[in-house]
């Protein structure tokens, strides 16, 4: 158990396999929600990814936002590079792909279950009216959208030049590092009426 658990690749993959095998073990059953199995696969698998890559996104929000950038300052000087030249970066990595894959399978899920009209237009076909949910999450996937508008052209590009990760003028990097820390903490601000959206129509609604 301890080789498995030293390799992040393979216990990742031990766990992909577990949890499709808990699919495949109830799927099956008879109370299930739909009759059609190939549909409630899919949207099971959409439904699961949409979570999985939404956890892996806003979770590296939170840890930028509760861990990296408030205990940068108390970092010394010559142990900053670290972070800097190592963690940082790959973290930037899974974060804003993270947030292409919350986007992307979020879009499939409303789609797939009648609502993505809906939702995107706030229920306007039918005055706005907020008393089918549809406004409701669409709020929450408005918020979404402006979350990963803000990732991508935003703190990202401003992150690649805070990091010397693109040539740019030394005086630029504090600039660059206030501009991307200042628009991961409008992601925070927006993050959690986003997941009250997100986490709360299904039961408000069904």
Known sequence: MGALLSNFRNTFIVS???AIVLIAVFAGQPNN???NMHELM??????????????LWIGLLYYFNFVQI??????????KPAIGKFIAPEALFWFRWAAVGTLVTGI???WARGYLVQAMTLNAANG??????????????????IMFLNVWLVIWPNQKIALGLVEAPAEAKPKAARTAMLFSRTNLLLSLPMLVAMTMRQT???
């Not at 698998?45 to 939404?54: D, I, K, P, Q, T």
């Not at 008393?131 to 979404?144: K, N, P, R, S, T």
Request: net charge negative.
């Open 33 to 35: 929600t739909t009759g």
């Open 128 to 145: 706005f009216a907020l008393d089918d949910g549809h406004v409701f999450i669409g709020v929450g996937m408005w918020l979404a959208i």
């Open 108 to 110: 499939l899920v409303a």
């Open 16 to 18: 992909v396999v577990l």
């Open 204 to 206: 408000m609604w069904g």
């Open 42 to 55: 899919g949207h099971a698998a959409m439904r699961w990814l949409h979570v999985f890559f939404g956890i």
């Open 70 to 79: 408030r205990t940068m300052p108390k970092i010394p000087d010559e142990l």
